[in-house]
C-alpha cells in the first residue's frame, strides 16, 4: 500500500517511523522550515528530520491547496493518507484522493477535545483520562467518523509534556492497530455521537495568566496543563515569575486575613499561597530573566516574606 504522511511536530514522529514500518511512504509532506530561538536558526520540523533519517522523500509546501502542489500530491497517488498534527486544512479533493481514505490521529477521545489543544485543555480541565482517536477524516474539524479509540489515564500531578510523550506513543499503538484493520478489511467506521462534544482551541500566553481567586485545584491544573508551553505565570514585585510546578496543600484552607494570591508561608519545599480555596505550594518557577529553580530556592534567594502579594 501506498501511503502519504502529513504531520508537522515532535507528537507525529512515532506514527511517521510506524507509518514508515508498516507500508510503503511514497512521500512526507510537513510544514516549512521555520526560523527559531535567540538566534533565529533556520530549523526543520521534527517530522522533517525524522523522514530524512529514514531516507523518505519530504515536500513542505506553505499552502497545499495550489495548483502545483495538488499536482504534486497527485502523481504520488497514495492509496491512504495519515494525517497527525499538520497545521493545514486538507481540501474535498485531497480527502477523496487516495482509495482508502485519509486517517487522522486525534490526541483526545473524540468527540471530546476536538481542535489544536486537546492535551492541553484535557488537564486544564482536570480530567482523570484522555487518550487516541484514529479517525476517517472529512471535511469538518475533527468530525469525521471514528475508527479505533485508546484510553489513557491523567495522574493528578502529570503536565502536559508527560501526557503528551506517552499519547504519541499511544497514537502509533492505535495507528499501527488501525492500519493492520484497514488491512484485514475489518475496521468499521463509527459516527460521532452527537452529544459529549467540545473545542480545544489554541492557547496563548495570555491563558497562562493566574488568577488567584480561583480554588487551589483549578490553577494547580492550570500550571500542569500549561507546563511545557505557555506556561502559567504571575507578577511578584512587578516582575513576572514563571511557575511550572505546584502542589494544593487543603482544598478549604484559609489563613486569617490573606487575600488571595498572598504568599501565607515560606516553607522548605517553597512559598505558600492563599488561593480562593485551599493553599498552593509553588514547587517549580522561574524569576524573569533567571533560570528555573526549586520554590525552595525562590525562597531563599529573592526576599520573600509572609504578607507578599503575587498579581497584579
Not at 50 to 75: I, K, M
Not at 140 to 153: E, H, V
Not at 229 to 250: C, E, I, M, N, Y
Request: aromatic share 4%; net charge neutral; with cysteine.
Amino acid at each position: 500500500m501506498r501511503a502519504v504522511f502529513m504531520g508537522t511536530p515532535e507528537f507525529a514522529v512515532p506514527c511517521l517511523r510506524q507509518l514508515a514500518a508498516s507500508t510503503q511512504v511514497v512521500g512526507v509532506y510537513t510544514q516549512p522550515d521555520r526560523r527559531q530561538g535567540r538566534g533565529l536558526t533556520l530549523t526543520p520540523p521534527p517530522v522533517k528530520q525524522a523522514a530524512l533519517e529514514l531516507r523518505l522523500p519530504v515536500y513542505q509546501p506553505a499552502r497545499l491547496r495550489s495548483s502545483e502542489n495538488w499536482q504534486q500530491l497527485q502523481a504520488l497517488a497514495p492509496d491512504l493518507i495519515v494525517v497527525v498534527a499538520y497545521a493545514q486544512i486538507l481540501t474535498p479533493q485531497v480527502l477523496a484522493l487516495p482509495r482508502h481514505g485519509c486517517i487522522n490521529v486525534h490526541a483526545s477521545l473524540l468527540p471530546a477535545y476536538r481542535g489544536g489543544a486537546p492535551i492541553h485543555w484535557a488537564i486544564v480541565n482536570g480530567e482523570a483520562e484522555t487518550g487516541i482517536t484514529t479517525m476517517l477524516m472529512d471535511a469538518g474539524l475533527d468530525t469525521g467518523d471514528i475508527l479505533l479509540q485508546a484510553k489513557l489515564p491523567i495522574g493528578p500531578d502529570d503536565n502536559c509534556g508527560q501526557i503528551h510523550d506517552r499519547l504519541a506513543l499511544l497514537g502509533a499503538e492505535t495507528l499501527a492497530q488501525t492500519l493492520a484493520a484497514l488491512e484485514e478489511g475489518q475496521l468499521q467506521p463509527i459516527t460521532q455521537p452527537s452529544t459529549g462534544s467540545s473545542y480545544a482551541r489554541n492557547l496563548t500566553k495570555q491563558d497562562g495568566l493566574i488568577q488567584w481567586a480561583n480554588s487551589a485545584s483549578a490553577i494547580h491544573n492550570l500550571v500542569r496543563g500549561l507546563n511545557p508551553w505557555p506556561v502559567a505565570h504571575t507578577l511578584h514585585a512587578g516582575k513576572s515569575l514563571r511557575v511550572f510546578a505546584t502542589q494544593t496543600l487543603d482544598a478549604d484552607g484559609e489563613t486569617a486575613g490573606a487575600e488571595p494570591g498572598d504568599i501565607v508561608a515560606l516553607t522548605e519545599a517553597g512559598p505558600v499561597v492563599q488561593t480562593g480555596a485551599g493553599l498552593l505550594l509553588l514547587k517549580e518557577v522561574q524569576p524573569a530573566s533567571k533560570r528555573r529553580m526549586l520554590g525552595a530556592d525562590y525562597v531563599r534567594g529573592h526576599g520573600l516574606t509572609v504578607g507578599s502579594h503575587l498579581g497584579h
